[in-house]
């Protein structure tokens, strides 16, 4: 709820605040070229990471600083992203937005349409900077119309997490876990367990009701979430999910939490890795980046195992997972001097070494390849054999509008809007195909009222 | 007889132990393991209590900083609130002029007016005058209440009218009438006022959160936001700042609530 409250707000003031604003997307052309700029002395960056990942995060701004002497970064912790979206736009209305801010991966054509941004491309094309090396995955999400609008900074996809000592328990092969719908079912009877009064103690799979999940799950079906190419080639103008393989997705989730095998913990990311590290459920969906503190909090009370995410009995092969997480904008309201110095960190956070050692602070993906050669990201991978599930999970999906992810700019409300759903259709409030319908006319309506505000 | 006062006793700590249940079962969870907490079903008291949360809260955030901040800014809005309402609320109960009631409603509509309607405006006034990351930028937008006013209006109303005539025979001027009369008599309500004041303001997050970019300015509510990482939620580590942030006010409601008893007994006896 307070995703959507913060964004329902920040949405009001950038309707107000930019109405009739020069037009986004600038090319390179309008920057000055590199040698014309002198960067500023210092600049101020928002970011939304805190505990473990905020230290990480100010270990690269420290590594930064101390690596050169003509720039010093400040950075700022400002709240969650959506505590940190309501913030800049309040900024940028009396034009005191940073140089450089953290924004979350459903923020991108919100960020895009407020017309505050400097696209990375415009920097990338005057620096000739190379972006070979970048995992393709990561940077494609980032990217409209093909170019990129944001620097990718902390990446994770989701996958399969299961209990080894259960699949042991049970018989089942702990070196090869389910994939398919059909594969997570029948597993998913066999791991689920039943005290003498017939309650259950142990249930075979139990993913929370989070829209990312959905939005994963239609894209390893080789589906589009929204029109136009997922709204990559044009801005979108609705949602698409109400078809076939929207219903596949609902009807197997609903089956399972009907046959007692699908813990259902509700609207509740935390209940449902809590449920996992509780033992209550024995395989769920969840985040790359949740790995390191699964490992820490089970702390040896079972061995965990990864796997690769659901996709249906057919296995499409147009179908992969998508990318999540922030990236880093530069914003266009500051002088071109800190825009550049702004740019200079972000170069230096691409770095490998920077990377691999980001990695290994926190969990998330490189974005360089060439970081996973570095010596902290060696050992991590080691220590955590587990990650590579989710190294191979991108590399493996194929780029195309499915996998790189929908972009709407009311993309949080699209994802409130499809729990609601999920939550409907495993209540038995509704039947699946009329859940769909209505969360699609739903959204169409908010797409539709969105596009007008924001021509 | 006897029965019955067992039977309030018994029906009261049942009350209590069901108001205080989610409280004790933060300060249960701060000393737990963060490895125990995930056990299930969950345990509600630590086998093996230990301090180690409170430690990592230290180690993560500057918490003292944080409170003194908050309490700081806190008494502060206190201070001006009880002074702008409380005149504010004389004027509108004892003095007659044109256009009160008016006025009066013109004060109340204020409630109206979401205070997230308000932000932006606020937080350009504040920044234009260079209060950002201050103590009077934190504080200053809240010292008026119109929530307060009202408040403390009709507790005055309660005030004998005769009192006041008796007053003016006397020859008290009006603002000696304020003093000495209708303040010492209101106790109970400026109490209300002082804890309402202090608690809405010890526990604002968007504001501080609005107006600081200093580590050092911010307070304890952007303080507990920090520790909760975005990946995964450390119940232990979030509760443990919890216990730490609440014990102040709590200690601060149950010398107040003294103070409004007193207030309210002493009202009760002169009848």
Redesign the interface.
């Known amino acids: 709820m307070r995703k959507f409250l913060g964004f329902a ?1 920040a949405l009001t ?1 950038v309707a107000a605040a930019c109405g009739g604003a020069a037009p986004g997307a600038s090319d390179s052309s309008s920057l000055a070229p590199a040698k014309d700029v002198a960067p500023a002395a210092s600049i ?1 960056w928002w970011h ?7 230290d990480a995060l100010n270990k690269i701004v420290t590594g930064f600083n101390s690596s050169q002497s003509k720039i010093k970064v400040e950075a ?6 959506d ?1 940190l979206l ?2 800049l736009n ?1 900024a940028i ?2 034009n ?1 937005a940073p140089a450089l801010v953290q924004v979350y991966d459903i923020g991108q054509r919100y960020m895009y349409d407020s017309q505050q941004v400097v696209p990375m491309q415009a920097f990338i094309d005057r620096d000739k900077f190379n972006t070979t090396d970048f995992e393709p995955a990561v940077i494609n999400y980032y990217k409209y119309q093909d170019k990129l609008q944001s620097m990718p900074f902390n990446a ?1 996809t989701p996958m399969l997490y299961f209990n080894k000592d259960a699949f042991k328990e049970v018989g089942l092969d702990a070196t090869k876990p389910p994939v398919t719908f059909t594969e997570i079912t029948e597993a998913a009877k066999k791991l689920t367990k039943k005290d003498a009064s017939g309650a259950t103690i142990r249930f075979g799979f139990g993913p929370s009701i989070y829209g990312w999940l959905f939005e994963q799950l239609r894209a390893t079906s080789g589906t589009l979430y929204a029109d136009n190419g997922n709204g990559r080639d044009n801005r979108a103008t609705k949602v698409v999910y109400n078809d076939a393989a929207g219903k596949a997705i609902l009807d197997w989730w609903k089956a399972g939490v009907d046959g007692g095998y699908f813990y259902n913990p509700g609207i509740d990311n ?1 209940g449902a ?3 996992f ?4 459920t024995a395989m769920y969906i969840e ?1 790359t ?2 790995l ?3 490992i ?4 040896g ?1 079972f061995e965990i195992g990864t796997g690769l995410y659901p996709r249906p009995d057919s296995k499409p092969k147009e179908g992969g997972n998508i990318i999540g997480g922030a990236s880093l904008y530069i914003m266009k309201s500051r002088p071109p001097a800190e825009q550049q110095a702004a740019w200079e960190f972000v170069k230096y956070a691409m770095t490998p070494a920077v990377q691999g050692q980001w990695q290994s602070d926190t ?1 998330y993906y490189p974005i360089v390849k060439a970081a996973y050669d570095t010596a902290p990201s060696k050992e991590w991978s080691t220590k955590y054999p587990q990650f590579l599930t989710a190294i191979t999970a991108i590399r493996e999906s194929p780029q195309n509008r499915m996998t790189n992810g929908a972009v709407l700019g009311v993309m949080p409300q699209a994802r409130q809007r499809t729990q609601k759903m999920i939550e409907s259709v495993l209540l038995g409030q509704a039947t699946s195909q009329a859940a769909l319908d209505a969360a699609v006319a739903d959204m169409n309506k908010a797409i539709d009222t969105y596009n007008k505000a924001n021509p | 007889m006897k029965i019955s006062v067992l039977a309030n006793y018994a029906l009261l700590i049942v009350g209590s132990i069901i108001v205080a249940f989610p409280l004790l079962l933060a300060l249960s969870y701060s000393l737990m393991s963060e490895s125990e907490i995930a056990t299930f079903p969950p345990p509600v008291l630590p086998a093996d209590p230990t301090l180690d949360n409170y430690g990592k809260v230290f180690a993560t955030i500057p918490i003292g900083r944080y409170l003194l901040n908050s309490f700081v800014v806190s008494t502060a809005v206190v201070a001006g609130q009880l002074l702008t309402a409380s005149l504010a609320a004389y004027a509108f109960s004892f003095l007659v002029f044109r256009g009160r009631q008016l006025l009066f409603f013109l004060f109340l509509s204020t409630l109206m007016i979401p205070w997230e309607a308000t932000i932006i405006p606020n937080y350009m006034t504040i920044r234009t005058i260079g209060w950002l990351d201050t103590y009077q930028g934190l504080a200053v937008p809240f010292m008026a209440t119109a929530f307060g006013t009202f408040l403390l209006r009709q507790a005055f109303l309660q005030i004998p009218r005769e009192l006041w005539d008796a007053a003016r025979i006397d020859g008290a001027t009006t603002f000696r009438f304020l003093i000495s009369t209708v303040i010492p008599l209101s106790r109970p309500a400026l109490g209300t006022v002082a804890i309402y004041g202090f608690l809405s303001t010890y526990n604002q997050y968007f504001w501080p959160l609005l107006i600081t970019n200093q580590t050092l300015m911010r307070t304890t509510q952007v303080g507990i936001a920090q520790l909760r990482f975005e990946e995964t939620l450390r119940w232990g580590l979030v509760m443990a700042g919890v216990i730490m942030v609440a014990v102040p006010t709590l200690a601060l409601l149950v010398l107040g609530q003294r103070q409004l008893i007193r207030g309210l007994t002493a009202g009760a006896v002169k009848g």
């Not at chain 1, 939304?48 to 905020?54: H, L």
């Not at chain 1, 700022?76 to 992203?81: L, P």
């Not at chain 1, 590290?277 to 209550?280: E, I, P």
């Open positions: 707000l003031v101020t939304a990471m805190s505990g473990v990942n905020g700022i912790f400002q709240g969650t992203y505590d309501a913030k309040t209305a009396s005191a994770s935390d890795a809590n449920a590290n509780a033992q209550k985040s980046a949740r390191r503190g699964h820490t909090t089970v702390a009370k969990g």
